[in-house]
């Protein structure tokens, strides 16, 4: 018997489980096919490694060692579903803006290593919430969402959609100190590659290169300056571009 695999397959189990409910949550959906799919390449993957933890010889699965690991997998999944479902936060931080009770509570925690003061934390989500509900339209869409605590969602979409420049959201951090973390620098990068996507620069340049260059180079100066409305139209913004772009072409 290898313990080590036994404990190491029990370990995949439990995050198949816990990152099953957290996808699903993102999606609002249990059975989005890349969830089940990934879910099952994980679960596939710790039967092996209990199974063959179980079995005495190499490569030999005995129908005892199956049922068995087939048991574990099952009972410690559906107890991490069970865990992760009953532990689901709860509605915290209401505030009333533009008459919706909207609970701030995820994205106050959500934006803790960005903006380190609690109450910075607070002014920005207000003003995020603000700005999306002082739009008819917007408030109509979103109403339910914000109201049931699915903040997290909203900020998603409106990140995504072609209103987002629109709403200038980023006047929200104009008076809070924001820092650089590594979760920043990723959204950046993710961002810029969307942008550029379908644009030609791929055929030129490659764009981990190009997002590394400028990501390297924004951090050298404070964040709320690189957020600023007239920074991309700067002349270090420009110079900046120039450089990354020079730096990454494909030769």
């Known amino acids: 018997m290898n313990v080590f695999k036994i404990v190491i397959?029990?370990?995949?189990?439990?995050?198949a489980g816990s990152e099953y409910v957290s996808a699903s949550r993102q999606l609002g959906t249990l059975i989005a096919p890349g969830i089940?799919?990934?879910t099952i390449v994980l679960l596939l993957f710790s039967f092996w490694?209990?199974?063959?933890?179980?079995?005495?010889?190499?490569?030999?699965?005995?129908?005892?060692n199956i049922?068995?690991?087939?048991?574990i997998i099952l009972v410690t999944f559906a107890i991490t579903i069970l865990f992760n479902i009953a532990s689901k936060p709860t509605p915290s931080h209401f505030a009333i803006i533009n008459g919706i009770k909207v609970p701030l509570g995820k994205c106050i925690n959500g934006n803790v290593k960005v903006i380190p003061d609690l109450k910075e934390r607070e002014v920005y989500c207000e003003c995020f919430v603000e700005k999306i509900t002082n739009e008819p339209d917007l408030k109509l869409k979103f109403q339910s969402k914000l109201e049931n605590d699915r903040?997290?969602?909203?900020?998603?979409?409106?990140?995504?959609?072609?209103?987002?420049?629109?709403?200038?959201?980023?006047?929200?951090?104009?008076?809070?100190?924001?820092?650089?973390?590594d979760e920043v620098v990723k959204g950046m990068k993710q961002s810029i590659k969307k942008e550029l996507y379908g644009s030609?620069?791929?055929?030129?340049?490659?764009?981990d290169t190009y997002c590394d260059c400028l990501t390297d180079e924004y951090r050298k100066y404070p964040l709320n300056n690189i957020m600023a409305d007239d920074f991309y139209e700067s002349q270090l913004a420009i110079e900046i571009d120039e450089k990354c772009t020079k730096a990454s072409l494909k030769y």
Not at 200 to 207: I, K, L, V
Request: proline share 1%; net charge negative; with cysteine.
């Open 200 to 207: 030609g620069f791929e055929t030129t340049n490659n764009f």
């Open 49 to 64: 490694l209990i199974t063959s933890g179980f079995s005495t010889r190499k490569y030999h699965l005995s129908p005892k």
């Open 151 to 181: 903040i997290d969602e909203v900020f998603k979409e409106i990140q995504t959609s072609s209103t987002y420049l629109e709403l200038r959201i980023e006047d929200c951090l104009a008076s809070i100190k924001i820092e650089w973390t």
């Open 9 to 15: 397959g029990i370990i995949i189990t439990i995050a």
């Open 36 to 38: 089940l799919i990934g």
């Open 67 to 71: 049922i068995t690991s087939s048991i």
